[in-house]
């Protein structure tokens, strides 16, 4: 054995990604899709299985995928609801699309059914939008993507033209749509919004807080954004939060996610002169001022990434690239970052210090058994984060 790997359990790791796409359920995130590049080629990542990441215990494992599997793609929507993931859109290898699939993440199945509609029109095809979930249904916003030119009105400013891509019977763009998609009634519609719609975008962040959808920055053209909408899913209202503090720089290709009853937690992203970004800012809803988070991971910019709300309001970061991935694409990583934003409870802090520092206490271990008999299941599952390993990467 080599005498650096003694001590170290082989583990099998998720394959580096980015434009992935990933939700968490019952304390487990599970990852899909993405792309990675290999030789100066952009290769998508295998379709038909899933990759599941223990939250607590740190470890990994994949689980192959039946049923309708979607075609292989990044930039895809995410959310969970009720048990299920949602896809919908996406890129593959013949462009974009507005398909929508579910699969259940609670039978131990992981079957994969392709949604078809009863009611209404799917939204136009397109990639790197956001969604929020409230009162049973998926509301979709903004992308990239394209549409029929006969469908296209340029005096409509919900969609933007790129008039650096079009073909002859098709405009690509950016919009700021909001569609609505009902899974028990198998039905789209688009909502009739109020108020100062934000301009269209793609590539932004986006939170559920509440009633109430959040997104904040993007890419429109050549100018990523940090301004932060609002709307309300309940009125359809929209409004702009006009900051009462420093704000961080525009970006697109970061994460913004909801960590407390008032906090959104933004991290990463691209910034306009091109940056890949490592900070993270808490933005208080109530006082509408942004606070720049100290962590661990400044040294670890990420962009294209993704990012959920874990246990005890921490953000668990998984993938994405750090370089400016139009122009230099090798940087994927494979890393799970978990964020502290906010202070832990004290059941945590005792269950955090016993797993991290068992194996060199003779005291906590004599004493280990002593502990009521779900504590120390608890503390067992946790010490398996804090084990060491060396990472066997598929």
């Known amino acids: 054995m080599d005498p650096a790997s003694e001590g170290h359990c082989m583990e099998l790791v998720a394959r580096e990604r980015s434009g992935h796409t990933a939700v968490v359920e019952e304390n487990k995130l599970y990852v899909w899709g993405g792309y990675l590049s290999i030789a100066d080629q952009e290769v998508f990542l295998a379709n038909d299985e899933i990759w599941v990441y223990d939250i607590e215990q740190g470890v990994w494992q994949v689980i192959s995928m039946t049923g309708d599997v979607p075609p292989s793609m990044s930039g895809t929507c995410s959310c969970s609801l009720n048990g299920n993931m949602y896809i919908f859109g996406g ?21 994969w059914k392709k949604i078809r509609h009863q009611v209404g029109s799917a939204p136009s095809p397109r990639d790197k939008l956001s969604s929020w979930v409230y009162n049973g249904r998926i509301i979709y916003f903004g992308g990239y993507g394209h549409k029929r030119l006969s469908d296209v009105d340029r005096n409509n400013r ?20 909001v569609f609505i998609f009902d899974p028990v009634q198998a039905s789209w519609s688009e ?57 961080p ?48 991971f400044k040294n670890k910019p990420r962009l294209w990434h993704s990012a959920c709300a874990g246990k005890d309001s921490d953000v ?16 994927h990583s494979n890393d799970a970052l978990v964020f502290q934003t906010q202070p832990y409870p004290l059941f945590r802090i005792c269950q955090d210090y016993i797993a991290k520092n068992v194996n060199d206490c003779k005291r906590l271990r004599d004493q280990l058994s002593l502990l009521p008999s779900k504590l ?5 599952r946790r010490m398996t984060f804090y084990r060491p390993t060396k990472k066997k990467q598929q």
Not at 209 to 229: A, P, Q
Not at 322 to 327: G, H, K
Request: glycine share 10%; charged share 20%; aromatic share 10%.
């Open 91 to 111: 890129c593959d290898d013949n462009g974009q699309t507005n398909q929508i699939y579910c699969v259940n993440l609670a039978d131990g199945k992981f079957t």
């Open 158 to 177: 919900s969609f933007i033209v790129d008039d650096a891509s079009w073909a002859a019977e098709f405009l690509w763009g950016w919009n700021n749509e």
């Open 191 to 247: 909502a009739k919004t109020h108020g100062s719609a934000p301009a269209p975008r793609a590539a932004h962040g986006s939170a559920t807080l509440g009633s109430k959808g959040y997104i904040c920055g993007g890419r429109v053209m050549e100018t990523r954004t940090s301004d932060v909408h609002c709307l309300d899913l309940e009125t359809w209202t929209w409004s702009e939060i006009i900051p009462v503090s420093s704000v």
């Open 249 to 296: 720089v525009g970006r697109s290709w970061h994460t913004l996610t909801a960590t407390s009853e008032s906090s959104l937690f933004l991290f990463g992203g691209l910034s306009n002169d091109c940056k890949p970004m490592s900070d993270g800012w808490l933005l208080d809803i109530e006082t509408k001022k942004w606070r720049e988070l100290e962590h661990p």
């Open 316 to 331: 668990i970061v998984f993938g994405g690239s750090c370089d400016y991935i139009l122009l230099v694409d090798s940087g």
């Open 376 to 380: 120390m299941t608890s503390v067992q």
